[in-house]
């Protein structure tokens, strides 16, 4: 099916560090989510954004989503080891039609060197 | 709030056997789960969409016949991977659709099927 172009596709940095990642569509979403997923266990909500334009907070995680609808960021500052692991965007179109199925980027692996 | 359960966490069966795989919302109700699968270092595919009451959604190239999906209650789906051959070993994800909390996905702690 359907992914979204998420980069990039791995990142190596050193704690403190701030980090940035993004994912771009070639069509529109209603709600833009980031998750994150530590090795054998299922992805966690980290961030949800239903409006064109807005930006969240959450701790030292914000993101954004893009005006276009079509895009959305996601930054990490003053990173610490435990910031490690794989971080996935998903778009969602929120109709019954769609089911509320969720479309997902490939992922970042994130890596953070004490 | 918003935790969703698997069980097992993990199963190893032979080739030509089935396993259920069990999926809970337990702190609210669902009436729509997901099931996912995972291969190692790639993101989640989505698999079927199963809703409370009726027949499950599959996405195109997946087997309804194989993978049978059962979501008898609003608390629980079930995933039957039937006549398993080892392709079919992955990490296989259910999330839940929590409607009183902005419809967001939650999703189990997966698990991992072995079939050898």
């Known amino acids: 099916g359907q992914q979204l172009n998420q980069s990039p596709q791995s990142m190596f940095i050193q704690e403190g560090e701030d980090v940035s990642m993004n994912c771009t569509s070639s069509?529109?979403?209603?709600?833009w989510l980031w998750y994150k997923q530590d090795p054998g266990e299922g992805p966690v909500l980290l961030i949800a954004?239903?409006?064109?334009?807005e930006l969240t907070s959450n701790g030292r995680l914000t993101a954004q989503f893009g005006i276009t609808r079509k895009d959305s960021f996601l930054n990490i500052s003053a990173s610490i080891p435990s910031d490690v692991g794989i971080y996935f965007c998903?778009?969602?179109?929120?109709?019954?039609?769609?089911?509320?199925?969720?479309?997902f980027g490939k992922g970042t692996l994130l890596t953070v060197n004490p | 709030g918003a935790v969703v359960s698997q069980h097992p966490s993990w199963v190893i069966c032979k080739s030509g056997t089935s396993v259920k795989i069990e999926c809970r919302s337990l702190?609210?109700?669902?009436?729509?789960m997901f099931w996912y699968r995972q291969f190692p270092k790639q993101s989640l595919m989505l698999m079927a969409t199963?809703?409370?009451?009726?027949?499950?959604?599959?996405e195109q190239g997946v087997e309804k016949d194989k993978f049978l999906i059962n979501h008898a209650s609003l608390t629980l789906s079930t995933l039957t991977v039937t006549s398993a051959h080892p392709e079919d070993s992955s990490f296989y994800i259910c999330?839940?659709?929590?409607?009183?909390?902005?419809?967001?996905?939650?999703f189990g702690p997966g698990t991992r099927l072995t079939v050898t």
């Open positions: 999330s839940a659709r929590d409607q009183a909390s902005g419809d967001e996905q939650y």
């Open positions: 069509s529109i979403f209603n709600t």
């Open positions: 954004l239903y409006k064109a334009g």
């Open positions: 998903a778009g969602r179109i929120n109709s019954g039609g769609s089911n509320y199925k969720l479309t």
């Open positions: 702190d609210f109700q669902a009436t729509t």
């Open positions: 199963s809703n409370e009451g009726s027949k499950a959604t599959y």
